[in-house]
């Protein structure tokens, strides 16, 4: 969890960085039934019914305005994945973040 809270590299405002992370963890607890973590890439498995993937592309679009080393692609409709995508220098923040969806969606 530190790991996302603290990164130099994310332009969010420190303040707002708590409720960003709640949001996340709304949607893990929420909607994730699968993660699978291939090298530098998480793909997260989603459902939830009418409304989840413009949820996914409206946290996917302001977390990526504010933290730019994150690559996201979002797919599906009904069964919606999510595949999260950092450079090298960044793992430590996708292993913290494939941690905390694994976690909150048992």
Do not use: K, N, W
């Amino acid at each position: 969890m530190d790991a996302l809270l603290t990164t130099d590299a994310c332009t969010l405002p420190t303040v707002d960085r708590p409720l960003r992370l709640a949001e996340l963890d709304d949607l893990f607890r929420e909607s994730v039934t699968g993660v699978a973590r291939e090298g530098l890439a998480t793909t997260l498995t989603l459902r939830g019914g009418e409304g989840l993937r413009e949820r996914v592309l409206d946290l996917t679009r302001r977390e990526s305005s504010c933290c730019s080393f994150f690559g996201f692609t979002v797919g599906g409709d009904d069964l919606v994945t999510l595949q999260i995508t950092v450079p090298p220098a960044y793992a430590h923040i996708l292993d913290a973040l494939t941690d905390r969806a694994a976690e909150l969606s048992r």
